[in-house]
Nanobody
Framework: QVQLVESGGGLVQPGRSLRLACAASGAIATVYTTGWYRQTPEKQRELVAL???????KFSDSVKGRSTIWRDNAKATVYLQLDSLKPEDTAVYYC?????????WGQGTQVTVSS
């Protein structure tokens, strides 16, 4: 079993930056890809960014060029930083772990971009 806990969401003004953290616990050695997804009431859950155990990164076109994802293995935490935030970045952000036995999801953290 793997537990994922997100933090760092909140209300942010357009143009500012935000850093989200996904802390993993449990059988974290079985997780080989960690990603961030987001969802709004109007849209299906979509991939924002992911990072594999080998350090390969992938970003959605909507955040490419203004986002960074990295992992701190000592803290078992994956971070997502979003820069130049836009109102359309408003969503619930979920951490996702793809493990050898199954997928895991965090509880989500709300990000609201508004002036």
């Amino acid at each position: 079993q793997v537990q994922l806990v997100e933090s760092g969401g909140g209300l942010v003004q357009p143009g500012r930056s935000l850093r989200l953290a996904c802390a993993a616990s449990g059988a974290i050695a079985t997780v080989y890809t960690t990603g961030w997804y987001r969802q709004t009431p109007e849209k299906q859950r979509e991939l924002v960014a992911l990072i594999t155990a080998d350090g390969v990164r992938k970003f959605s076109d909507s955040v490419k060029g203004r986002s960074t994802i990295w992992r701190d293995n000592a803290k078992a935490t994956v971070y997502l930083q979003l820069d130049s935030l836009k109102p359309e970045d408003t969503a619930v952000y979920y951490c996702h772990g793809e493990a050898s036995d199954r997928d895991y999801w965090g509880q989500g953290t709300q990000v609201t971009v508004s002036s």
